[in-house]
C-alpha cells in the first residue's frame, strides 16, 4: 500500500500522498491542501519546501553526499573535464569522444560575441563590481538572439540558444576582467579548449599565444566542476522561478547570476578572502575572531562556514582544500591566508559552537585562495563561480521549460493592518 500523510485540522483528518525519490528522499506532496483544508504552509526560506522534482543533481546535506546525473562529485572532479560535466548537466549522460568534440566545436564556432556590445563594457566605471556587469551583459545577449524569446521554441532551437549562452559567457567574462584593467580585448580563438580558451582571453596577449601551465588549467578545471550544479539553492531557484514566468533564457539566467551575488550565497568567496585579509591585517589572533563569530552581540559571521543543506561536511570543500594546497605547492607560492584559513577550520571543528551548530567549512572556503594564486582579483571570484555554475542554471532552466512546470508563485501569510478608512490628506 502507497504511503501517506495524515493531517488533522479542526478535528477533521485529511490524508496527503508520500512521494518517495529514486534515493528514497520523502516528500509529503501537500499540492491539493488548500484545496482540501484552506490552509496553506508556511516555511520561510523554504527550509522544508521541495519546489519541484528533478533528476538532475543529488545531495545528501546528512552524508556529505553531491552526484550529478548519477555521477559521484569525487569521480568527476578526478577524472572528468568541466565541458564534459557541462554536457551531462545539460543533456543527461556523458558524451562519447566524437559527442565531446562536435559540442566542443559547436562552442567554438559561437564564442565571439556582437561587435556593438563592446559598448556596454565601455560605458560601465572602471569601479563597476563584475557580478553586476555579468548580470546586465548576459541579460542584453537577449538584444542579439530574438529568437530566445519563442517560449514555444523546438528543442534544436532552445538548444542554439543555450550553446551561444556556453559559448559567450568566457569571452563575457574575460573582457569584464579586461575592461576593469583598461587593457585591450583579446579575441577567442577556435583551435582551443573551453578552459584554454578562457585563459587566453584573460592572461594571454594578443600579440603571440601563451603556453599555460597545465596546473594552472587543471586547478580551473576542478573548480568550474565542482561548482557545475547544486540543486535547488538560492540562485538556481531563482532561475528556475524567472523562467516559470516564460522569461527567456538569458534573463532567467541573468536573475540567477544577481542572485549569486549576495554575501550569503556566491558572494560569499570574495567575502571570505575579504575577512582572512582583514585577520592578518589585525594580527592574525584566530582566537579573537572566532570569539566575535559566536558571539550573538556581534554582526560577524565566519564568511565561508555553514551551509543550508550540508550538516555534516561539503564533498566540495574536502577536494577545494586538496587542490588548495597542491596548486600553491606546484606553483611556489606561500599564501599567509591559508595558515589563517587553516588555523581558522581547526578552531572551529573544536568548538562547541560550530560542532553543535553542525557548522563546517563550506566550498568557499578554499577556493578563493586558488583564484588568487592563479592571478585573478577578488572581485572576480563570484563572476568565477557564475561561469562555473552555468551548465547547472541551463539544465535547470531546461527541465523546467520540457516538464511545463507552472509558474512559481509563494502564498504567504498576511499579518499587517486589517481593513482601515481613508483619512484625507488635510485631516491627518
Ligand atoms: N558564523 C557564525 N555563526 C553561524 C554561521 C557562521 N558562518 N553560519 C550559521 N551560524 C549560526 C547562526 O547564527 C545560527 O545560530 P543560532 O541557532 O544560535 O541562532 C545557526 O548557526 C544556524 O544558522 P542559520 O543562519 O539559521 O542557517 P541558514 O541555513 O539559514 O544559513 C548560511 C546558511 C547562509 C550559509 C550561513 O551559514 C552563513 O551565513 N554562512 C556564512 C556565509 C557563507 O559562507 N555563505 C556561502 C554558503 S555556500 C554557497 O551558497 C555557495
Redesign the pocket.
Known amino acids: 500500500m502507497s504511503e501517506t500523510a495524515k493531517i488533522t485540522l479542526q478535528g477533521q483528518s485529511y490524508e496527503f500522498p508520500v512521494v518517495t525519490g529514486t534515493e528514497n528522499e520523502k516528500a509529503i506532496d501537500i499540492s491539493k491542501l488548500r484545496d482540501q483544508t484552506g490552509y496553506i504552509t508556511l516555511d520561510t526560506?523554504f527550509?522544508n519546501t521541495g519546489a519541484t522534482a528533478s533528476q538532475i543533481t543529488f545531495l545528501d546535506g546528512e552524508q556529505g553526499i553531491l552526484k550529478y546525473r548519477g555521477y559521484k562529485i569525487e569521480e568527476l572532479a578526478e577524472k572528468s573535464s568541466f565541458l564534459e560535466v557541462a554536457y551531462l548537466l545539460i543533456y543527461g549522460d556523458l558524451p562519447t569522444k566524437d559527442g565531446l568534440d562536435k559540442f566542443q566545436k559547436r562552442i567554438n564556432k559561437h564564442t565571439v560575441i556582437h561587435e556593438d556590445m563592446k559598448k556596454f563594457f565601455d560605458a560601465f566605471p572602471y569601479t563597476a563590481h563584475p557580478m553586476g556587469q555579468l548580470a546586465s551583459l548576459v541579460s542584453s545577449l537577449s538584444a542579439f538572439s530574438p529568437e530566445s524569446f519563442n517560449t514555444d521554441a523546438s528543442k534544436e532551437d532552445n538548444d542554439l540558444v543555450v550553446i551561444k549562452l556556453l559559448a559567450k559567457m568566457p569571452t563575457i567574462v574575460s573582457w569584464i576582467y579586461k575592461g576593469a584593467l583598461g587593457r585591450p580585448f583579446i579575441y577567442p580563438k577556435s583551435k582551443n579548449d573551453y578552459i584554454t580558451n578562457f585563459m587566453h582571453m584573460t592572461f594571454g596577449k594578443v600579440t603571440e599565444d601563451v603556453e599555460f601551465d597545465p596546473v594552472v588549467l587543471d586547478a580551473l578545471d576542478k573548480l568550474l566542476i565542482l561548482h557545475a550544479d547544486?540543486e535547488q539553492?538560492?540562485s538556481t531557484s531563482t532561475v528556475r522561478i524567472v523562467g516559470s514566468s516564460g522569461a527567456n533564457l538569458y534573463a532567467s539566467i541573468s536573475a540567477g547570476i544577481s542572485a549569486l551575488w549576495g554575501?550569503?550565497?556566491?558572494g560569499?568567496n570574495q567575502?571570505?578572502i575579504e575577512m582572512l585579509e582583514h585577520i592578518k591585517n589585525d594580527g592574525g589572533d584566530t582566537e579573537k575572531w572566532i570569539n566575535k563569530?559566536?558571539d550573538?552581540n556581534d554582526e560577524f559571521?565566519?564568511?565561508?562556514?555553514?551551509?543550508?543543506v550540508y550538516k555534516n561536511f561539503d564533498p566540495r570543500a574536502k577536494i577545494i582544500k586538496k587542490a588548495c594546497d597542491n596548486v600553491l605547492e606546484k606553483l611556489g607560492i606561500n599564501d599567509p591566508v591559508l595558515e589563517i584559513a587553516k588555523k581558522l577550520e581547526e578552531a572551529a571543528l573544536h568548538d562547541p559552537y560550530f560542532v553543535e551548530?553542525k557548522?563546517y567549512p563550506?566550498?568557499?572556503f578554499y577556493s578563493g585562495i586558488i583564484y588568487r594564486a592563479l592571478g585573478f582579483p577578488t572581485e572576480m571570484f563570484t563572476v568565477l563561480?557564475a561561469l562555473g555554475r552555468l551548465p547547472g542554471w541551463i539544465a535547470q532552466w531546461l527541465e523546467l521549460r520540457y516538464n511545463q512546470e507552472p509558474i512559481g508563485r509563494p502564498r504567504q501569510v498576511y499579518t499587517g493592518k486589517t481593513e482601515r478608512n481613508y483619512v484625507d490628506l488635510d485631516k491627518r
Open positions: 526560506g527550509k547544486h539553492n538560492c554575501p550569503s550565497h556566491g560569499a567575502a571570505v563569530a559566536k550573538k559571521r565566519l564568511m565561508g562556514f555553514g551551509h543550508r551548530r557548522l563550506n566550498v568557499d563561480f
